[in-house]
């Protein structure tokens, strides 16, 4: 019996004591394709949010949400890695947070992302409209009033004087919005 005592008293001083996890996982968010310098995107964007759990017991899932432009409910993803895919035009704020498998709960996070696949409106017009013939004797001036609802315009053309005579003179103005989107009007 002593020996049985002794060899259990050896095996049990052998066996390590049970790891604590106290600390929660991180999750870092980024977006494809990238923002722009303004901050916006043109196209669908997938955010992805990557866990890790460094040293800790590991992640067990990441709980994410959508608001704003894009509404979706709470989505719990098993595992270090899940996506949303945002497609709706405006303002989305991607909340998310990780679990680990020791239950820790890391604070929730968010990441803003803006939307606008839509080309600003532009038109060209005249400060003089021709004749009934369809043509000017002065000098004419050609606008290019612009406009984009989304993410706003970034540039529009200037005036354009024309005073050169001559019919069917193609005056040709662009304007482009924050997020990158062209519009051209003639």
Not at 52 to 73: F, L, N, P, R, T
Not at 159 to 165: F, I, K, L, N
């Amino acid at each position: 019996a002593d020996d049985m005592i002794a060899i259990l008293q050896h095996l049990l001083g052998q066996q390590q004591p049970p790891s604590v996890d106290s600390d929660p996982p991180v999750t870092v968010a980024t977006t494809n394709p990238s923002a722009n310098a303004a901050g916006w995107h043109m196209e669908d964007v997938t955010v992805d949010l990557t866990a890790v759990d460094d040293g800790g017991s590991g992640v067990k899932e990441i709980e994410h949400s959508s608001s704003g432009a894009q509404m979706a409910g709470a989505a719990v993803t098993p595992g270090a890695f899940a996506q949303q895919v945002i497609t709706t035009e405006g303002a989305t704020t991607v909340t998310f947070f990780a679990r680990d498998n020791a239950d820790n709960t890391e604070a929730a996070q968010s990441i803003e992302v803006k939307l606008d696949k839509t080309a600003p409106e532009i038109a060209a017009v005249t400060d003089t409209p021709p004749n009934a013939n369809g043509w000017n004797n002065t000098h004419v001036t050609v606008m290019f009033p612009a406009s984009d609802a989304l993410s706003g315009l970034a540039f529009s053309s200037p005036d354009v004087t024309v005073s050169t005579e001559g019919a069917a003179q193609d005056i040709i103005g662009t304007a482009e919005d924050k997020a990158g989107n062209l519009a051209t009007a003639i």
